[in-house]
């Protein structure tokens, strides 16, 4: 009961849900691991808040 409440909060506080955030972080790690120099070309506040052009 109290574990569904905090399920909507960080969409609600942060935009995304956590399973956005976990695909966002997801996508990230594979570009870093097939190319670190496109990694890196992103400005890490845009990668913090999952802007992937």
Known sequence: MIANRF??????????SVAERKAQKASLGALKNADSDKYYEIPAIERMAGRIP
């Open 7 to 16: 399920k909507s909060k960080p969409k609600a506080v942060f935009g995304v």
